[in-house]
C-alpha cells in the first residue's frame, strides 16, 4: 500500500474555477491548501512497470526487479526469459 503524503492537496481538473482552491480551469494540476478533511471518492494507484529489454535483463535477479506489461511478477528467470521470447 502507498501514503497519501498531502492530505490537504488534490490534484484535479475541472472546468469551473469555484472548484478550485486557487483558480485556474480546465488543467490536470495540483491544488495545494484547502482539502484537509475530503477523501477522494476513489484513488488511483500507480502500476509500476519494468519490462524486461532483453533475456540478458533477466539473468541473475534480474528477472526479480521486471514485470509483464500488466505489472504482474515473474516466478523465476525462465518464466522472464520466456515472456521476452514469446509475450507470453
Not at 529489454?53 to 526487479?65: E, H
Request: charged letters at 15%; one cysteine or more.
Amino acid at each position: 500500500m502507498g501514503s497519501f503524503p498531502l492530505p490537504d492537496d488534490a490534484y484535479y481538473n475541472t472546468s469551473f474555477a469555484g472548484f478550485y482552491c486557487h483558480g485556474g480551469v480546465g488543467v490536470f494540476r495540483l491544488d495545494a491548501g484547502c482539502w484537509t478533511g475530503f477523501q477522494p471518492a476513489f484513488r488511483v494507484a500507480a502500476l509500476a512497470i519494468n519490462l524486461p529489454p532483453s533475456p540478458d535483463a533477466c539473468k541473475g535477479n534480474g528477472w526479480q526487479l521486471c514485470t509483464r506489461a500488466d505489472g504482474s511478477t515473474f516466478k523465476n528467470q525462465g518464466d522472464c526469459v520466456q515472456y521476452v521470447n514469446t509475450g507470453k
